[in-house]
């Protein structure tokens, strides 16, 4: 059997730093004249840089039909590989060899035009992808059926919905008959439903014999693909093998990510008290990746110098918020009741959140601890906390961020006055607004 691809050495970096300031030529000519020493040091300087490698001497092959999974964690080089063998970015050092034609899905609409109709952009994508036209054609009506915007077919890009252009985005990856299919972690934009349809449909094309290679972190979706799967830490691969193997690396691997605090760097605070670890806890056990509306219980793990501790000395907030830092909810100390005594000067405090009322995106958590009045541990991007869609309103209706936004509010809708009764016979909360 052939393969699909080879992947040898592969690395790929980036270079982080700011723009530099401008000089005009009259500057660095007349600068290298008079300082041509210091000159020469700023241009060593500039040309080491900061680099990050989002991958590095990474090998592996992939044998034409297989399926392949890709684990990790957020920011492991899940993303930049596909991007690599999609031959959207080019490596930095290392060969990747990619046999046959590509259907990626690595964004939801990746390459697609706002200002076409959805008709246009099918027919754009086939040609892209080097297929006749005829083929295009045979093709149009299933995917046009499975998108199921058969109603907005001939209207542009630009007035879908997210929901529309995922839909329409993976109809048309996996239905032009690629000779390989490269998903990401974009079906977390789709309903349950959606997700479910699009996985039988990648089985679908795994079982005809095409390559398949699936990011996600839904190990679920993971196990029933594929049946290897790649693990990737840090931007080198951790381990190649069959998944039930990967998963329970990864898995082993996750429950101590929380240990990472102790060694991070980039924090402040006079550090009497110091945060050493934070993890999430359901009925699963620890976990990286809850439903909207499950009940949670967040565990962080502190130190101290002291033999106790006051409860009434600290405040500790846990602030979540978006990939971008917008605060969308925090969680404090200082906001409820504690229900223990003192503490001891090494311990752990628990967070209860009944049903996490958050919809579907990932979150990052920010971490700020102070005692008695002066910051202790401050540390920013602490973990992440990825959300999935669940039946959290339990009517099969199943909302996302990106389309309802971030907070889910329990509520109910009446024809009748039960609804204004129900506010009448509410308790008036002290401090309350008065009309």
């Known amino acids: 059997m052939s393969f699909a691809i080879r992947v040898a050495d592969l690395g790929k970096r980036y270079r982080i730093g700011g723009p530099q300031a401008y000089r005009t030529v009259r500057d660095t000519i007349s600068g290298a004249v008079r300082h041509p020493v210091r000159t020469l040091r700023a241009r060593r300087q500039r040309a080491a840089g900061d680099d990050m490698w989002a991958l590095r001497n990474v090998s592996f092959e992939v044998r034409r039909g297989e399926v392949i999974g890709i684990i990790g964690r957020n920011g492991a080089g899940k993303s930049t590989l596909l991007k690599v ?3 959207i970015t080019e490596p930095t050092e290392g060969r990747a060899e990619v046999t046959g034609r590509v259907g990626s899905l690595l964004e939801v609409g990746t390459g697609f035009h706002p ?3 959805g008709r246009e952009n099918i027919f754009l994508s ?10 295009t054609v045979r093709k149009f009506d299933e995917m046009v059926a499975f998108a199921e915007v058969d109603r907005f077919i001939d209207t542009p890009l630009k007035f879908y919905s997210s929901g529309m252009y995922l839909r329409l985005a993976f109809a048309v990856a996996a239905h032009l008959e690629p000779a390989i299919l490269m998903v990401d972690e974009v079906l ?5 439903a959606f997700q479910r349809k699009c996985l039988g449909k990648m089985q679908e094309v795994g079982e005809s014999g095409q390559t398949v290679l699936f990011v996600s972190h839904d190990l679920t979706a993971i196990s029933r693909l594929a049946p290897k799967s790649l693990v990737l830490q840090g931007g080198t691969v951790q381990f ?3 998944t039930v193997d990967a998963i329970r690396l990864y898995s082993e691997a996750r429950q101590n990510v929380g240990e990472e605090l102790r060694t991070r760097l980039d924090r402040t605070g006079d550090g009497v008290i110091r945060l050493e670890q934070l993890r999430f806890r359901t009925s699963r056990g620890h ?3 809850v439903g909207s509306g499950e009940s949670i219980v967040v565990e962080i793990q ?3 110098g002291f033999t106790a501790v006051n409860y009434e000395d600290i405040a500790l907030d846990m602030r979540f918020t978006d990939m971008l830092g917008h605060p969308i909810a925090t969680l404090s100390t200082r906001f409820c009741h504690y229900e223990a005594g003192p503490l001891s000067g090494v311990g752990t405090l628990y967070c209860h959140i009944p049903s996490f009322a958050l919809a579907a995106e990932t979150y990052a958590v920010d971490l700020w601890l102070a005692y008695k009045g002066a910051l202790a541990d401050y540390i920013v991007r602490a973990a992440e906390l990825r959300v ?31 609804a204004q009764d129900a506010i009448d016979d509410a308790p008036v909360l002290s401090g309350a607004a008065q009309s």
């Open 85 to 87: 063998l999609s031959r």
């Open 115 to 117: 200002e076409l109709t």
């Open 126 to 135: 086939g040609a892209i992808l080097g297929m006749k036209r005829s083929e």
């Open 188 to 192: 977390a934009v789709g309903d349950v």
């Open 240 to 242: 190649y093998g069959p």
């Open 287 to 289: 976990v990286e990746t």
């Open 302 to 304: 502190y130190s101290s």
């Open 388 to 418: 999935i869609t669940a039946q959290y309103f339990e009517t099969g209706q199943e909302p996302v961020k990106r389309k309802h936004g971030a907070a889910l509010l329990r509520h109910s809708w009446s024809a009748t006055e039960r």
